[in-house]
């Protein structure tokens, strides 16, 4: 958690991505701040190429197996690392809270729509 910065309520839920052979998580993507169709994504990885064994299952998992049909990410504007990735897996920007994550730190809202993904999932209508 301390790499994303969220604070995880008793609705939070999470996939991973771990070494086989050192049993070390790799990477990870929670959610939490359920609504009948929506969650918050709070994602973390090592290196890059952890999105290989991570991505499909980090959409499918909201989408198909939870029936929601939006991910909303929450990003402060200096991390500039998530903030491309976030764009890169086709997330939309939504809004910029000013001073939202700190004062002088602005706060992003992003979101991503199941037809909008092209993760693995089915372009059905959210449940």
Same mark, same amino acid.
């Given at each position: 958690?301390?790499?994303?910065? =969220?604070?995880?309520?008793?609705? @939070? ?25 929506s969650c ?10 952890v999105?290989?064994?991570?991505? $499909? ?5 909201? @989408? +198909? $197996? =939870? ?7 929450v ?10 990735m976030? #764009?890169?897996?086709? @997330? !939309? $920007?939504?809004? !910029?809270?000013?001073?939202g994550?700190?004062?002088? +730190?602005?706060?992003?809202v @992003?979101e991503?729509? #199941?037809?909008?993904? #092209?993760?693995?999932?089915?372009? $059905?209508?959210?449940?």
């Amino acid at each position: 958690m301390e790499r994303t910065g =969220c604070t995880p309520t008793d609705g @939070f839920r999470a996939i991973e991505a771990v070494d086989e052979a050192t049993r070390r998580i790799r990477g990870m993507v929670g959610y939490d701040m359920w609504t009948e169709n929506s969650c918050q994504a709070h994602m973390a990885v090592d290196a890059p190429i952890v999105w290989r064994a991570l991505l $499909q299952p980090a959409f499918e998992y909201p @989408f +198909e $197996q =939870c029936g929601k049909g939006i991910i909303l990410a929450v990003i402060p504007d200096s991390n500039h690392r998530s903030l491309a990735m976030t #764009r890169h897996l086709g @997330f !939309r $920007q939504l809004h !910029r809270v000013i001073d939202g994550w700190a004062v002088g +730190e602005d706060l992003l809202v @992003f979101e991503m729509r #199941r037809e909008w993904c #092209r993760y693995g999932v089915r372009h $059905q209508e959210a449940a």
